[in-house]
C-alpha cells in the first residue's frame, strides 16, 4: 500500500499543509501515524481528496492588499475592520491572506491562488475591504469567475461613488501607472547611455 508524507500529499492533492493539519484536528481526514508520530496518508485518501467520494468544505477566504510597503500598516487596520465585519456577520474565516502589490498587477501570487483556488471550487466566500483590493479595473471579471463558480464575494465597504467620481480615480491611478513606469524607463536610458560612453571610451 503506498503512503504520503503529508507534505508530499499536500503537493498532490493541491492543499496546504496547515489545512491538512487542521483536518487532521477536527477528524475530517485522519492519516495513519508512524512510530515516530509523523502523519502519512494512504493512496484511498489521496483518491478521496481528489474528488472521488471525499466532501472537501469550502473555505471562506479574506485578502488583504496595499499598493507598496509604506502603506503596510493600512493592512493591519483592514484586518481590523475586517475580524469585526466577520464577527458581527458570523463568518468563520479559514484563511487571512495579505498582499503588498499594485492594484493594475493582476499578476500578484496571493491573488492568482485565491483565484485558482475560487475556479477550482475551494472558496465557497471571498471576503473583502473595497473592490479595488482585488483589481483597480477588472472586478467585474472576478465577480463573474466567482459566480460561475459558486462563490461568493462579500465587500466590506459597499459605498458607491457616482461615475464622475470613479472616472477620476481611475483616471489618477492611470496617470500614477504610466509616471512611474516613464520616470523608470528615463533611468534605464541614462544607464544604457552611460554604459555605451564607457564602452565608447573604453
Request: charged share 30%.
Amino acid at each position: 500500500m503506498s503512503t504520503y508524507t503529508i507534505t508530499d500529499f499536500a503537493k498532490l492533492t493541491g492543499h496546504s499543509v496547515k489545512k491538512l493539519q487542521r483536518w487532521d484536528r477536527e477528524k475530517r481526514l485522519v492519516p495513519l501515524r508512524t512510530p515516530s508520530n509523523r502523519r502519512m496518508y494512504t493512496e484511498e485518501q489521496l483518491r478521496l481528496v481528489q474528488g472521488r467520494g471525499y466532501d472537501v468544505q469550502r473555505m471562506t477566504v479574506v485578502y488583504m492588499r496595499v499598493s507598496s510597503q509604506a502603506q503596510r500598516s493600512d493592512l493591519k487596520n483592514q484586518r481590523t475592520a475586517l475580524e469585526q465585519f466577520c464577527q458581527a456577520r458570523g463568518f468563520c474565516v479559514d484563511e487571512w491572506i495579505a498582499e503588498i502589490g499594485g492594484g493594475l498587477n493582476l499578476r500578484r501570487p496571493r491573488l492568482q491562488r485565491v483565484l485558482d483556488d475560487m475556479v477550482a471550487g475551494r472558496i465557497k466566500r471571498l471576503i473583502i475591504a473595497h473592490k479595488d483590493r482585488l483589481a483597480r479595473f477588472g472586478f467585474d471579471l472576478i465577480a463573474h469567475l466567482a459566480e460561475v463558480a459558486n462563490a461568493e464575494i462579500v465587500v466590506l465597504n459597499t459605498e458607491t461613488l457616482s461615475p464622475e467620481q470613479e472616472m477620476v480615480q481611475d483616471l489618477m491611478t492611470i496617470t500614477h501607472c504610466f509616471s512611474a513606469r516613464l520616470y523608470g524607463l528615463r533611468n534605464y536610458r541614462k544607464a544604457l547611455q552611460k554604459a555605451i560612453t564607457d564602452d565608447t571610451s573604453a
